[in-house]
Every structure is written in C-alpha cells, then in structure tokens.
C-alpha cells in the first residue's frame, strides 16, 4: 500500500487511522485524493475544490474512516455494502468491522490500479455490491454471483478461520484474500465474459462452460491432480477455470499491493509502472526474490512463510492475462 504521513507533524499514519498518534489530529480517507487527511473538531475536510467531506457514519460502527460529501450519510465504500448482520447480532457486528476493513483496502487498491467499481446505485445491473452475512444462525456460502459478493463474517474469527485452513489443508486464508478472490469473479464477468477476451482466456483457464457443480463435486471426492503445481498457483484453482482466474487475479492484486508497499517504505527500489504488463518480468525480477525474502524474515520470527506459494510458468502467463485487464 501507499505511505501515509500526517499533514500537520509529518507522522507515519496506517491506513486506518482515524487519529494521528502523534499530534493527535483528527483524520480521514478521501478516496478522491487517495490519501489520508486532517480533518476538525466537527469531522470535515475541506479539499482542493472547495468541496466539504465528512467523516462516515459509520466510524464507530465498523472503524471506517472514509469521507463523503453528505454530512451525516456514510461514505461510497460502506454504500456498497447491501447487508450488514443486524444490531441484535452482538457476534456479527463483533465480526463486521474486519470484513468491512478488507473490503476497504481491496477498493483502495482497485482505484490505484485504475479498475472501474461501478455500485448498484450506478450500474443496478452490473454494479458490485457486498453481502456482509453473519453465520451464527444460518449456514453462509462464501461466493459471488451476478455482481453480488457474499461474505462468511465467521472469516473475521482467527480461530475459526484458522481451523477451516486446517482443515482444507490451505497455506493461505485470510478476510482479503477472499475479497481479493471473489472480486476475481467480478471482474471475469465484467471484462471477459462475452468480450474478443474471452477466447484467449479460455486458452489459458480452460473450458468454463463445463459443469461448475460437477467441478465441486470431483474436486472434494479426488482432490486435485498429482501434478497441479506444474500449471496452477494453488489446489483450489484446478477446480474449475473461473475458480482459476479468481485465484490468479487475487494473486495479482497480492503481488502488486506488496510491491507498492515495499516500494513506498524503501525496502526495494523499482518504479511503480513495472506493475504494468508484462506482468510476468516483475514477477521473476521483483516479486520472487522480494517474496523469498519476507518468507525468510518471517521464519526469523518463528512465523510461516508470508508467500507460501511458487509461481511455474503457466501461471506467469496466466499473470499476465490478468494484468492485462488493467486500464491504460
């Protein structure tokens, strides 16, 4: 992610910080500015325009600290959250902010990038929106479907979670690498399907007219094939090809947002455009030897590997597909 500094002492900020640690000023996310800025007493920040923000409603209720232009109303992130668990629901909304948290950095990194998320009020079609559900008194369904993202809040508990990645036998699982993956499914909807895309995308994924549910069911009775590891960045992509895409696309959008932190801290030197295609020489030049190394500082901690995945070279062209995507 980008380096954040308070506007009023120059301190290093984090990108949920509602208030600076060191001169204790008050702060927002202007999404317009992509960038973290002081805010008064009364919760406005005035921009460049003259334009007056307004810290989210929804501050104390999930920790956002987006601004929007309507005082008193809640900020375009937290509009595109279409159900949230209800008050009543201590676990859900105990679990709530964490979702909404992830969900924040995914759309803060999808504008850098330049990806267009249009919102049901925008595109009632085709626009994204999230399904923030929580599990406690019905069985939740992680998954997206028609521009609607669905969400487990369970996904919030560490020890839940944790004991779900066991049990699947996953290296990774977090709340935004579900986002991130979900969000590959959008986007396959939106930029590929039934575009002069989706020819080249089947070379590369597969055949995504076969039986999604045919796909579910041979992977958790067979498991994936003996050699998955020559072609696919993880078990759960030799699924079904859209599995593949989501998982390549969430892939993506890890590598580049730890590039860019990296980069913004001074931990690596390489312009920003390199995030551009070919996607696949950042990856063998910056991304490879950059990921070796925070696993290997990671095991300094008595961790597990930050990166626990390998990347064959099937893969760097299915990267690159991706990447692709991105608006000039």
């Known amino acids: 992610m980008k380096v954040y500094e308070c506007k009023v002492c120059g301190n290093r900020l984090y990108f949920e910080n509602s208030v600076c640690v060191g001169c204790g000023t008050y702060l927002g996310f202007s999404r317009a500015d992509d960038d973290i800025v002081p805010v008064d007493s009364h919760g406005v920040y005035v921009d460049a325009r003259g334009t007056q923000q307004h810290v989210c409603r929804n501050l104390d209720l999930s920790g956002c600290t987006w601004l929007t232009e309507v005082e008193g109303g809640q900020c375009s992130a937290c509009a595109m959250t279409r159900t949230r668990p209800s008050d ?16 924040r ?6 504008d850098r990038l330049g990806f267009v998320v249009a919102d049901r009020a925008t595109d009632p079609e085709r626009g994204l929106c999230f399904d923030m559900l929580s599990s406690v008194d019905e069985n939740v369904v992680i998954g997206h479907a028609d521009g609607v993202i669905t969400i487990d809040l369970a996904e919030a508990d560490d020890a839940h979670r944790e004991q779900v990645r066991d049990r699947l036998d996953e290296p990774y699982r977090t709340m935004l690498g579900h986002l991130r993956h979900e969000s590959g499914h959008y986007f396959e909807w939106i930029l590929v399907d039934g575009t002069d895309r989706q020819e080249r995308c089947r070379e590369l994924f597969g055949d995504d007219t076969v039986s999604y549910q045919d796909a579910i069911d041979r992977h958790y009775e067979q498991g994936p094939p003996a050699d998955w590891a020559a072609s696919y960045i993880s078990t759960y992509a030799t699924m079904h090809p ?9 892939h993506y959008l890890h590598i580049c947002d730890t590039v860019e932190s990296a980069v913004a801290t001074g931990l690596i030197v390489t312009p920003t455009d390199d995030v551009r295609t070919p996607f696949s020489r950042l990856v063998t030049t910056v991304w490879s030897p950059l990921s070796l190394s925070l696993n290997l500082i990671n095991r300094s901690m008595g961790d597990d590997d930050l990166y626990p995945f390998v990347i064959p070279a099937p893969v760097l062209d299915k990267l690159d597909f991706v990447a692709s995507l991105r608006p000039a």
């Open 242 to 250: 859209y599995e593949d895409f989501a998982e390549t696309w969430a």
């Open 88 to 103: 009543a629901d201590a676990k859900g909304i105990a679990e709530f902010p964490v979702a909404e948290r992830a969900k």
């Open 105 to 110: 950095q995914l759309l803060a990194e999808l």
